[in-house]
C-alpha cells in the first residue's frame, strides 16, 4: 500500500490523516508536496469550521523519511516547511490529535497546528542534532513562541525525546488524555469549535499569531456579519445561536 495522506469529513470538521503505520508514518516528499494543496481545497471548503490532524495507527508522526534527507537534504527541508507553512495559514482551527512518537517533522506539523492534544505515553522530540541538519528558522521561531525559547534549546540541543507530562508544562501540548480517551474528547472538543463564532475564530487566530494592520478589517467583518446581534440575542433568549460568518462579507 503506497504512503498517503487521507482525509474525510465528519459534520463540519476535516481530518487529514499521515498514513503509513509501517514506517511510523514518517513523511516522503510526495507526502510533504500534497499537503499544501490538500489544505488549500480543504480552506476553501465552506463546510469545513476546523481540521484535525492525526497519524494512522498507534503513532503520530516520525518525521521526514531519513532517505529523503540522505537523496537531497535541501529539498526534503524545503518541503517540510512548504508544508509547515500551509498548515500554519490554514484559517479556521487546527488541532492535532497525537498518539506515540511525534518527532522531527511530527513535532513541526504539530506546532504549526493551532492546538494538540496527545495521549499518554506520547513522546516529541525535535532530533536534528542527532544528524547534523540545521533546523528551519521558521518552525524554530514557532516552536520557541509555543514553549519559550530555553525549552526550545532543551529540545534542539539534545534531541532528546520527552513524554506528555513535560510536553504539557512547558506549552507544547494543550491537553493529555488518559490511553484510549483521545478520539472522544478530540470529538467533544471540535464539536464546541463548530458551534462558535468563526468570525471571532478566524480574527483570534489572526491577532494570537502576530498579524498586524488587519483591526479595521475585522472591526468592518464584525459590523457585516450580524454575529454579534446573534449572539446577544441567543444569550438572551438562552438558545444556542446561529452564527452565519463563514468568510468575508
Not at 487546527?94 to 504539530?110: E, K, N, P, S
Request: proline share 6%; net charge neutral; aromatic share 6%.
Amino acid at each position: 500500500m503506497e504512503p498517503e495522506l487521507r482525509h474525510h469529513l465528519t459534520g463540519a470538521v476535516a481530518t487529514v490523516v499521515i498514513d503509513r503505520p509501517a514506517k511510523r508514518n514518517a513523511m516522503t516528499s510526495a507526502m510533504w508536496r500534497a499537503l499544501p494543496p490538500l489544505l488549500d481545497a480543504l480552506a476553501a471548503d465552506p463546510a469545513v469550521r476546523a481540521l484535525v490532524l492525526t497519524g494512522a495507527g498507534g503513532t503520530f508522526c516520525a518525521g521526514a523519511d531519513i532517505a529523503t534527507l540522505r537523496e537531497a537534504p535541501e529539498e526534503a527541508q524545503r518541503l517540510a516547511v512548504a508544508a509547515e507553512e500551509a498548515l500554519a495559514a490554514f484559517p479556521k482551527p487546527t488541532l492535532a490529535a497525537i498518539r506515540g512518537h511525534c518527532v522531527g517533522g511530527g513535532t513541526q506539523l504539530a506546532a504549526a497546528c493551532d492546538l494538540r492534544f496527545a495521549e499518554e505515553g506520547a513522546l516529541f522530540g525535535v532530533t536534528p542534532a542527532r544528524l547534523g541538519v540545521v533546523y528551519p528558522a521558521s518552525a524554530t521561531r514557532r516552536l520557541a513562541a509555543l514553549v519559550g525559547p530555553a525549552a526550545t534549546k532543551y529540545l534542539l540541543f539534545s534531541g532528546e525525546l520527552i513524554g506528555t507530562g513535560r510536553a504539557l508544562r512547558t506549552g507544547l501540548v494543550d491537553e493529555v488524555l488518559p490511553a484510549g480517551e483521545l478520539a472522544e474528547r478530540v470529538a467533544e472538543f471540535t464539536r464546541v469549535l463548530v458551534s462558535r463564532s468563526a468570525l471571532t475564530q478566524a480574527a483570534a487566530k489572526e491577532f494570537a499569531d502576530g498579524r498586524t494592520g488587519r483591526d479595521a478589517y475585522w472591526a468592518a467583518q464584525a459590523r457585516g456579519s450580524g454575529d454579534t446581534a446573534e449572539g446577544v440575542a441567543a444569550f438572551l433568549e438562552r438558545r444556542a445561536p446561529r452564527f452565519t460568518w463563514n468568510g468575508p462579507v
